[in-house]
């Protein structure tokens, strides 16, 4: 007990909870020192830049703390959020990871963030030799598959009213969170209409 | 050479060149005849559905000849494309095949359509037992998920106009081949919008 390597390792801990909740298995020890080895710990101040616009990223983030935003700008100078990741989420542009091309996103932590990162090599690596990783990276797939059909299909077809009603049954945490003007984006409606959506929906 | 094999062989001819590209491998003839028998082929009439909102999804299908749309009906019977399926693409409600939930889409073929249905169980069969399948699974959950995410990026943040202008550069073809009100749909937009900024773009 608080020697450096039980830091490390409850450090580590909400990654193996989520590793065995996800693979449905339990990893062992030794296969989680492998773990361990492959992810970086790294500290973000509020308002600094896991990745900018322009550059290839480099790692994949499991976020123990804190919350980030990922955002592209367009020709106007207006921001568009993907995604927001929290607690126990992952984060990074998948595409200019696997791909190695520049990334059209900007990934910035909105409090005080504490990450794991992974390379992609390390992830590769941890997925074709650890069945456990395997089974958890396909589980994330599926999950990040359907969740990305359910927000197409929202984008599409919802109204703002019925968008915001959607985030406020999923995610009423990012509501406390989150600022408005941030949440509007996320939802591609304009802070105005966020704002009396949100009065009328609270009453 | 004409035998009833040879017939079936050539007709599942399409799946095997696709395994071949998406696992980066060849994969054997033994293990090519667990996927034939893993598949049931199928044909669809114009109009025909392969899945109505409400069921549960049982298959996901590759198509061999012909194309389908999967779209959902709002509370005012507006209709809204989540895709579009052609030729070696893969077709099939994820979240309702996986969870067993009841679909909120529809699937129908939109010319006469011959595909390849595989049950959810006989797909976790083959990736887990066949190496280049479960490789071609995890590319293609890769690649999906990428598409996914300029899907959503494109429908938060372009205009009208720069959603056509990403459609005719990535998929020029169904421009030709699918209804300019379904092409609207897809796009999230509508039929007049569309008819305007295409006349305007293909000037």
Redesign the interface.
């Known amino acids: 007990m608080g020697s450096p390597t039980s830091i490390v390792r409850n450090m580590h801990y909400p990654l193996r909870v989520y590793i065995d909740k996800y693979a449905a298995t339990t990893i062992s020890d030794a296969d989680f020192e492998l773990v361990q080895k492959a992810f970086a710990f790294k500290r973000y101040k509020k308002g600094q830049y896991m990745l900018q616009e322009g550059e290839v990223c480099k790692y994949i983030a499991f976020i123990l703390q804190g919350s980030m935003r990922q955002y ?1 700008v ?1 020709a106007k100078g ?1 921001e ?3 995604h927001f990741g929290i607690e126990n989420w992952w984060i990074g542009d ?2 200019s990871l ?2 190695l091309t520049p990334s ?1 996103y900007n990934i910035e932590a909105l409090e005080d963030t504490e990450v794991l990162l992974i390379t992609s090599e390390n992830l590769q690596y941890l997925s074709t030799n650890l069945p456990a990783i395997g089974k958890m ?2 589980m994330m ?2 999950r ?3 969740a ?6 929202d ?4 109204t703002a009213e019925e968008r915001f009603l959607e985030l406020l049954k999923h995610h009423p945490d990012f509501l406390q969170r989150f600022p408005q003007t941030m949440l509007a ?1 996320y939802l ?1 409606i304009t802070a105005e209409t966020f704002s009396r959506i949100r009065k009328k929906a609270l009453k």
Chains 1, 2 share one sequence.
């Open positions: 592209s367009d207006g568009h959020i993907l998948r595409e696997t791909m059209r990276i396909s797939d599926q990040n598959f359907i990305s059909q359910k927000r197409i299909h984008a599409l077809s919802l984006s591609g």
